[in-house]
């Protein structure tokens, strides 16, 4: 392998090495010129942290949070199922115990993720093999929720990963211990993409490229894949990404490359970035130290900023991606002294323009929130358009039936410039095409061992309950017929008086 004979420098605590193009240009390795080289992060004072969450311990490497410009949503403790909280931004201090959860799953929950296109809408994957979709209050919750839009049912295991399509609306991802993905439309409730013969073994990570027509997914079995998901095709992999046991994660950047994490054989920490066109070597394959953490990435396309947060480390370290070698930058460490247990990510439409913020985390202490706030410091008041270029709005490029139908679409892109106001949000409406039609439920087996295996029975019990379901809804809408017919005629009166 090239790079093991590469340079090897010690740069503010990372070993950087360098791939290929081991020549004179990489050698010289002068400062570069960056205006993020300055980047300044800073924990908000204690009074502005979330306190008093009793943050989940269920072993599983996701997030935990996930956050809006309305608000942070966080996967705790629960007893007897999975709940997560939802707290308006503001709502900061001490939440008291009794303060209301979304609680819906029988099993916990192990991933969460916020429509891009709507900030009330939030999706929730279990243990319980199913995955959710919830409505929140405008103002937040005033009672439990236990209520879902809609269920979504198609998994056999564990539900780890859910994320929505960056530019459709009401179309969701889910990945599961199943080694399946599946893509619904959530508007109808349906699973219209099933993709359950691609991974051998279990899936970390999945992420939409910007415009959504292809996922790149990073697995147990050391691939990473390229997919497209319509055509239900794999366009690229790479065996041994990295050749470590522990988790890694692929996610794409704005340009269409691939950009992982991984564990090398000697369980030293690595990135590397990919050319899906070329797979065979990494463009660039940094090493980073030697820890246990799983490297989370989170990835800014507005200034190609990859921030890395590894779970249980203390430290945020920052890199700007460029096309010219050595390819990924090292920028800099924001260090602090306890332990991140999870990590949430405000879109950039939720940033202070005025305070020059150009990333704002949320990081998971094992009982609090505590909002660490990343800014370029700046002289002038004034916009500083340099930092902000238009970014991914909430409006939808797409309609998922557009989308399913073979339709791409980028972003539909908003200035900064006067902040951003979030707007009013409609309601997210779920018609189910025909409740008769769905696919049957009752032969998925789920693996929890706490959720009794459906059975013959139940599924009778179950068409009964569907059957009740039908009839009530008949039945209202005889109801509204009736009154339509009572209004129609009173207006045919009316109108008949003054015709006469
Ligand atoms: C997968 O990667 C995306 C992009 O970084 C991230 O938002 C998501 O939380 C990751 N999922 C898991 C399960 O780590
Ligand atoms: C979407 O992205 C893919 C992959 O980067 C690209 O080939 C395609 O042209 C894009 N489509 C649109 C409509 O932007």
Request: include cysteine.
């Amino acid at each position: 392998r090239g790079w093991q004979n590469g340079p090897s420098v010690m740069r503010k605590g990372i070993r950087v090495r360098e791939t290929h193009q081991v020549g004179p240009d990489t050698m010289r390795r002068v400062v570069r010129q960056s205006k993020f080289r300055h980047v300044f992060g800073q924990a908000v004072k204690n009074d502005q942290c979330y306190d008093d969450i009793r943050v989940s311990r269920v072993t599983w490497d996701s997030s935990f949070c996930a956050v809006n410009p309305r608000f942070v949503a966080i996967i705790i403790e629960a007893s007897g199922g999975g709940a997560f909280l939802v707290l308006p931004l503001h709502k900061t201090g001490r939440i008291d115990k009794s303060y209301p959860t979304v609680c819906g799953h029988t099993g916990p929950v192990l991933d969460i993720d916020w429509c891009p296109h709507n900030d009330q809408v939030i999706a929730s994957g279990s243990e319980d093999c199913t995955v959710m979709v919830w409505q929140i209050p405008e103002n937040g919750l005033t009672l439990s929720l236990t209520e879902p839009v809609v269920i979504l049912e198609g998994h056999s295991k564990r539900v780890g990963i859910v994320a929505w399509h960056p530019t459709a609306r009401n179309v969701l991802l889910s990945a599961g211990c199943d080694n399946a993905i599946i893509i619904w439309n959530v508007g109808t409730g349906e699973a219209l993409i099933n993709l359950d013969d691609m991974h051998s073994d279990m899936i970390y990570n999945v992420s939409w490229n910007r415009n959504g027509s292809l996922i790149c997914t990073a697995s147990k079995d050391k691939k990473v894949r390229v997919i497209d998901p319509r055509k239900q095709e794999i366009v690229a992999e790479k065996e041994k990404a990295h050749e470590g046991a522990r988790p890694m994660r692929a996610i794409f950047l704005a340009d269409g490359n691939v950009f992982t994490t991984g564990f090398s054989r000697m369980s030293e920490r690595q990135l590397a970035l990919w050319n899906p066109k070329n797979m065979q070597e990494p463009i660039a394959l940094h090493e980073m130290d030697t820890s246990n953490g799983v490297l989370l990435p989170f990835y800014d396309p507005d200034t190609s900023i990859i921030y890395l947060c590894g779970k249980g480390d203390s430290s945020i370290r920052y890199f700007e991606i460029t096309d010219e070698s050595p390819y990924v930058h090292y920028l800099n460490t924001f260090s602090s002294k306890e332990p991140q247990r999870g990590m949430g990510y405000m879109p950039k439409r939720g940033l202070d323009v005025n305070k020059c913020e150009i990333a704002r985390f949320f990081k998971l202490h094992e009982r609090k929130c505590e909002p660490i706030i990343m800014t370029v410091p700046r002289k002038s008041d004034l916009f500083q358009d340099d930092l902000y270029p238009d970014t991914a709005g909430p409006e939808a490029s797409l309609e998922a039936e557009e989308w399913f139908e073979g339709k791409n679409a980028d972003p539909i892109l908003i200035s900064l410039k006067h902040g951003y106001i979030p707007g009013k949000n409609r309601d997210l409406k779920v018609v189910k095409k025909n409740i008769l039609d769905s696919k049957p439920t009752a032969n998925k087996k789920c693996d929890l061992i706490n959720v009794p295996k459906k059975t013959a029975d139940t599924t009778s019990v179950q068409n009964e309950a569907k059957l009740d379901e039908i009839l009530k809804e008949i039945k209202s809408i005889k109801d509204t017929i009736c009154n339509q017919d009572e209004r129609i005629s009173k207006l045919e009166q009316q109108m008949a008086k003054i015709a006469a």
